[in-house]
T-cell receptor, first 112, second 115 residues
Framework: QKEVEQNSGPLSVPEGAIASLNCTYS??????FFWYRQYSGKSPELIMFIYSNGDKEDGRFTAQLNKASQYVSLLIRDSQPSDSATYLCAFWRGGATNKLIFGTGTLLAVQP | GAVVSQHPSRVICKSGTSVKIECRSLDFQATTMFWYRQFPKQSLMLMATSNEGSKATYEQGVEKDKFLINHASLTLSTLTVTSAHPEDSSFYICSASTGIQETQYFGPGTRLLVL
């Protein structure tokens, strides 16, 4: 089982719609979760981080965390063509090997 | 805030030469910096973690004598690719954080092409 699983996509949504990106993780001890956006040929940029169960909203973005189900998601409201990118889910794996574990990313395509 | 820069953004070198890449945190003190490599259409691969003033911790399979990392100050880490070969051609990205399990902020990346 992969430590972080994401659907590679592409996820295609029309402009103005809600894009829903999902991620599951295997480490029950994880406390910190992150969503990054990566445009083609560019480095990742932080969208949001979430530590607590429930929802966290920032502008058009909402992150949702359910630790019992080991599930984190990112909702993008009023999707714009400029949101088209690969979205990476990540969590901190603690213990002896402290590092950020990334999913392979979901490619989002927002159609004008 | 939380800006990380990398220099150079792009480098082309001949096989056998060494290349140094700098990573700087511009507006915060980065006690921990990370170096990643990304090949086309693939995921980010962590190469090493470095803490200011101590030796870097390398991931399995990453040659520490080939990829030299120095984290001499709270705002600067360098990665030197020694005796570069064409298979080292990749997108090298650093990130910086104020500590383990804190948010990582990524630099813009350095594209290395070894001829």
């Amino acid at each position: 089982q992969k430590e972080v699983e994401q659907n590679s996509g592409p996820l295609s949504v029309p402009e103005g719609a809600i894009a829903s990106l999902n991620c599951t993780y295997s480490d029950r001890g994880s406390q910190s979760f992150f969503w990054y956006r990566q445009y083609s040929g560019k480095s990742p940029e932080l969208i949001m981080f979430i530590y607590s169960n429930g929802d966290k909203e920032d502008g058009r973005f909402t992150a949702q965390l359910n630790k019992a189900s080991q599930y984190v998601s990112l909702l993008i409201r009023d999707s714009q063509p400029s949101d088209s990118a690969t979205y990476l889910c990540a969590f901190w794996r603690g213990g002896a090997t402290n590092k950020l574990i990334f999913g392979t990313g979901t490619l989002l395509a927002v159609q004008p | 805030g939380a800006v990380v820069s990398q220099h150079p953004s792009r480098v082309i070198c001949k096989s056998g030469t060494s290349v140094k890449i700098e990573c700087r945190s511009l507006d915060f003190q980065a006690t921990t910096m990370f170096w990643y490599r990304q090949f086309p259409k693939q995921s980010l691969m962590l190469m090493a973690t470095s803490n200011e003033g101590s030796k870097a911790t390398y991931e399995q399979g990453v040659e520490k004598d080939k990829f030299l990392i120095n984290h001499a100050s709270l705002t600067l880490s360098t990665l030197t690719v020694t005796s570069a070969h064409p298979e080292d051609s990749s997108f090298y990205i650093c990130s910086a954080s104020t500590g383990i399990q804190e948010t990582q902020y990524f630099g813009p990346g350095t594209r290395l092409l070894v001829l």
